[in-house]
C-alpha cells in the first residue's frame, strides 16, 4: 500500500516537472526570439525628395484648320473638302509628323427677326493636327495659310522624346539625391545616424501635358510668322523609408 503510494506520488512529480521544462522553454523561446527582438527594435523615417529637370522643346505641336461659309451644305462642304486636301498635300511633302484629322464639322446657320428663325446657310470646317521642328514651323504656317488654311487654332511646345525619357532618369536621380538629403539634415538635428534603406517608392516622373497657344497667321505679304519656343519641366518624386 505504502509502495503504491509512493510510486505514484514519483510518477506525478516527474509529471509535473516535464509540464514546468516545457513552460520555461516556452517562455525562454518567445523571449529570445531575435527577430522578434530585431522588429521591436527598428525605427524607421520616411521623406519624400523632388527633382524636376528642364530640357529645351525642340518640336511645336500645331492644330490648324479651313473654314467655309456658305449658302448650300454640298457646297461648303465640297470647297472645305478642295482647300482641306491642299492644306494635307502640302504638310506630307513638308514630311510633319503625327499628322491626324481632329476635326470635321458642318453646321447651319440662322439669323433671328422678329422672333422667327431664318436659316441662312453652313459652316463648314475640318481641322488636323501635326508635329514639325520648331525652326521650321514659322514657315509652314505661313504656306499653309496660302493653301488654304484659314484657322490656327494653336501651337505647343515639347522636346524630343529621346530628350525626355533622358530628363525622366535625371529627375528621379535628384529626386532620390532630395529624399536623401532632407533624411540627413533631420536626423543630424536628432544626434542619429541613418541605416539601411527598408522601402522605395517611385512616384513617377511626368511631363506635363502640352498647352497650346494662339498664333496669328499672316498674310504672304508679310514676314514670316515667328514661332519661339521654351523649355520643357519635367516633376518626379520619390519616397524613401530609412532605418535609424
Known amino acids: 500500500m505504502n509502495s503504491n503510494l509512493q510510486r ?3 510518477i506525478n512529480f516527474r509529471s509535473l516537472l516535464t509540464a514546468l ?28 525628395g ?11 505641336l500645331v492644330r490648324l ?13 465640297q470647297e472645305a473638302a478642295r482647300r482641306s486636301s491642299a492644306v494635307v498635300e502640302l504638310l506630307r511633302s513638308r514630311q510633319v509628323e503625327k499628322l491626324e484629322t481632329t476635326g ?31 525652326q521650321s514651323a514659322g514657315t509652314l504656317l505661313d504656306d499653309a495659310v496660302r493653301a488654304g488654311a484659314t484657322r490656327i487654332q494653336g501651337v505647343s511646345f515639347v522636346a524630343a522624346e529621346s530628350a525626355i525619357e533622358q530628363a525622366q532618369k535625371q529627375a528621379l536621380k535628384k529626386a532620390t539625391q532630395d529624399a536623401q538629403s532632407q533624411a540627413d539634415a533631420v536626423l543630424s538635428a536628432l544626434n542619429l545616424k ?10 513617377g516622373a511626368i511631363a506635363p501635358p502640352p498647352m497650346y497657344r494662339q498664333v496669328e497667321a499672316r498674310s504672304a505679304s508679310f514676314a514670316t510668322t515667328p514661332v519661339v519656343g521654351g523649355e520643357q519641366q519635367v516633376d518626379a518624386s520619390v519616397t524613401l523609408q530609412i532605418s535609424y
Open 104 to 134: 470635321i464639322n458642318l453646321n447651319p446657320n440662322y439669323s433671328y427677326e422678329n422672333n422667327q428663325q431664318r436659316l441662312t446657310g453652313y459652316t463648314a470646317t475640318n481641322t488636323v493636327s501635326f508635329r514639325i521642328n520648331t
Open 194 to 203: 541613418r541605416g539601411d534603406i527598408l522601402g522605395i517608392q517611385v512616384n
Open 50 to 60: 523632388r527633382g524636376v529637370e528642364a530640357i529645351p522643346t525642340t518640336q511645336t
Open 21 to 48: 521544462c516545457l513552460t520555461l522553454t516556452l517562455v525562454s523561446f518567445v523571449r529570445l526570439d531575435p527577430a522578434v527582438a530585431q522588429e521591436q527594435r527598428i525605427r524607421t523615417l520616411t521623406v519624400t
Open 65 to 77: 484648320g479651313v473654314e467655309v461659309q456658305g449658302k448650300t451644305a454640298a457646297e461648303v462642304q
Open 8 to 10: 505514484g506520488t514519483i
